[in-house]
């Protein structure tokens, strides 16, 4: 067992968490608006963005992952939360951004647990603004059969990003 206590910051952050997991989200809002964000971890920013984004305040979310993946302790998965919460609110560009800086990220430590989704996410998007190129190029680090949820429309493979690439 560790020796280390929880700060105030990271208690009061956890128990946020559990209030808008279980559907208190007013109670969960209130208990965040009282952490000084300035002072917080990267980790603790972590569970503040999810705070927001369960109880439905995206662009706080949006926000609070951008100041994450600005630092210099941005892990593997910071960057796709990022991209997926800017998907969520429609902002594509700045979303296709982030996904190619995962997977940069996961190339760099040579870390794929978020490779496969970032990359039919990233493919989708791309399709979609009609950078068919590019798509392909993100396409050909993926098995056949990979795919992944996207919110909005549904499971998505590799082989569903080709036939429209088609």
């Given at each position: 067992?560790?020796n280390?206590?929880?700060?105030?910051?990271?208690?009061?952050?956890?128990?946020?968490?559990?209030?808008?997991?279980?559907?208190?989200?007013?109670?969960?809002?209130?208990m965040?608006?009282?952490?000084?964000?300035?002072l917080?971890?990267?980790?603790?920013?972590?569970?503040?963005?999810?705070?927001?984004s369960?109880c439905?305040?995206?662009?706080?979310?949006?926000?609070?992952?951008?100041?994450?993946?600005?630092?210099?302790?941005?892990?593997?998965?910071?960057?796709?939360?990022?991209?997926?919460?800017q998907?969520?609110?429609g902002h594509?560009a700045?979303?296709?951004?982030?996904?190619?800086?995962?997977?940069?990220?996961s190339?760099?430590?040579?870390?794929v647990?978020?490779l496969?989704?970032?990359?039919i996410?990233?493919?989708f998007l791309?399709?979609?603004k009609?950078?068919k190129?590019?798509?392909?190029?993100?396409?050909?680090?993926?098995?056949d059969?990979?795919?992944?949820?996207?919110?909005?429309?549904?499971q998505?493979?590799?082989?569903?990003?080709?036939a429209k690439?088609?």
């Open positions: 067992m560790s280390t206590k929880s700060s105030p910051e990271t208690k009061a952050l956890r128990s946020a968490l559990k209030l808008a997991k279980n559907g208190s989200f007013d109670e969960a809002q209130a965040v608006a009282q952490v000084e964000r300035e917080l971890s990267t980790d603790d920013l972590r569970t503040l963005a999810l705070v927001h369960y439905g305040r995206e662009s706080e979310a949006e926000q609070t992952w951008e100041s994450i993946c600005a630092r210099a302790d941005v892990g593997i998965g910071d960057c796709y939360m990022l991209a997926s919460t998907i969520s609110l594509s700045p979303a296709i951004d982030n996904l190619q800086r995962e997977i940069a990220t190339d760099s430590r040579g870390d647990s978020y496969s989704v970032s990359a996410n990233l493919a791309l399709v979609g009609g950078r190129a590019e798509a392909l190029d993100v396409l050909k680090r993926l098995g059969s990979e795919g992944t949820y996207i919110h909005g429309v549904g998505v493979t590799k082989r569903d990003l080709l690439l088609g």
